[in-house]
């Protein structure tokens, strides 16, 4: 964001100016949005990957960016847990600059023979 300053000034004696300073803030609307699109993937375990979708959403980036894609692990009795699930990633960088608008993520699925909740 921005800012400036208004000043008001006079040279009539009898007008008082109070406040005679106004600060004007300029909110940066331009920021650039990126995320997954979608941000829901259904994958069978035979299909052994997924392929993922990272995108610009909104904005033009004026430099390159990096953003860092990280695997978690999933919550509760149907959780997905790397190694058994699928392979881990830390911290991928995935650099964007005003000609690249997407990356495409491999994700490796682990294929087991294990019966697993649903």
Avoid: H
């Avoid at 106004?22 to 299909?47: K, M, Q, W």
């Avoid at 980036?61 to 990280?70: K, W």
């Amino acid at each position: 964001d921005e800012d400036f300053t208004l000043i008001l000034t006079t040279t009539d004696g009898s007008v008082n100016l109070n406040p005679d300073e106004a600060v004007v803030t300029i909110i940066d609307d331009d920021r650039v949005v990126i995320g997954f699109d979608p941000d829901l993937y259904t994958v069978s375990e035979n299909d052994l990957e997924v392929f993922l979708t990272v995108r610009v959403l909104q904005g033009t980036l004026e430099r390159p960016a990096v953003v860092n894609l990280s695997t978690a692990n999933g919550f509760g009795i149907s959780a997905a847990v790397a190694t058994d699930d699928y392979i881990a990633i830390v911290s991928l960088p995935l650099m964007f600059d005003g000609n690249d608008t997407s990356q495409t993520v491999r994700i490796i699925i682990t294929n087991d023979s294990i019966v697993e909740f649903t």
